[in-house]
């Protein structure tokens, strides 16, 4: 079981991808409940203006694809912090795509690849190993409820956030024995830049602040997922346990694809 974080204060957090949207949000709610932050992501100009006029922040940044540019934030964290309590991995990518559409748009599948899923794995491998060495410390993914099952538009998205749970479910049952907490964060729709160009309504859509108060809500209980809002994504779980006869014409007439 994971241990629940009630109080932030003096909590060492890594907040990667947390240049905007979700992360810029989260590291702005635990700012305000007094942790100390350091926030990544490519853009230095976009991490400048993450919660200006909060605590003690740190801008690092970095690039979730390239392993040395995360080794060295980690290092960096361990000689100014001695280490990190609680690490997230934020980033995403993100491009609405169809069957038709791959063969004309493979460097945006490979690029949702390299960020969704091969960022989240050299994050893990960065950041696990002095967790277990001290057996403390908790590690978050952000994912999405499109990886629960197959869905129009998501055709390389959906899959990557699916590998995601995937991962983070087995580490999970390697670190949690060992003191290591694993949380999967499934968000339904959340207005950021990354959804601005959907052409499609997003039901329940949340802002990214009430993601943000929704990730340390969940953070202070000691499930393993962290999902919400719950009217969509109990949906979504109730969806996903139908048989794909009855599933694939339900999802059609849902989404209209």
Not at 157 to 164: I, N
Request: glycine share 10%; charged share 20%.
């Amino acid at each position: 079981m994971n241990a629940p974080i009630v109080d932030w204060r003096g909590q060492r957090v890594w907040l990667l991808g947390a240049s905007s949207g979700i992360g810029a949000a989260l590291a702005g709610a635990l700012l305000a409940r007094g942790a100390r932050v350091a926030v990544s992501g490519r853009d230095a100009e976009r991490l400048a203006r993450v919660a200006p006029d909060a605590g003690e922040v740190l801008r690092l940044p970095c690039d979730a694809t390239d392993g040395d540019s995360l080794r060295a934030v980690r290092d960096e964290l361990a000689a100014r912090w001695q280490g990190v309590d609680v690490a997230i991995y934020v980033a995403g990518d993100y491009r609405p795509l169809r069957a038709w559409d791959l063969a004309g748009q493979w460097p945006a599948a490979e690029r949702m690849l390299a960020v969704n899923l091969h960022g989240a794995l050299r994050f893990a491998a960065c950041v696990v190993p002095a967790m277990l060495e001290r057996q403390g410390g908790q590690i978050g993914f952000v994912a999405s409820v499109a990886g629960y099952r197959g869905l129009p538009r998501s055709l390389i998205y959906g899959p990557t956030k699916a590998a995601l749970i995937n991962f983070a479910e087995a580490l999970y049952l390697d670190l949690a024995p060992r003191g290591v907490g694993v949380r999967l964060i499934s968000p339904g729709f959340v207005a950021t830049g990354l959804t601005a160009g959907n052409e499609f309504r997003m039901p329940a859509l949340l802002t990214p602040e009430e993601a943000a108060e929704a990730i340390v809500r969940g953070f202070a209980g000691r499930a393993f997922e962290i999902d919400f809002p719950k009217r969509f994504t109990r949906l979504m779980k109730l969806l996903g346990c139908l048989p794909r006869a009855l599933y694939f014409p339900l999802i059609r007439r849902i989404t209209g694809a």
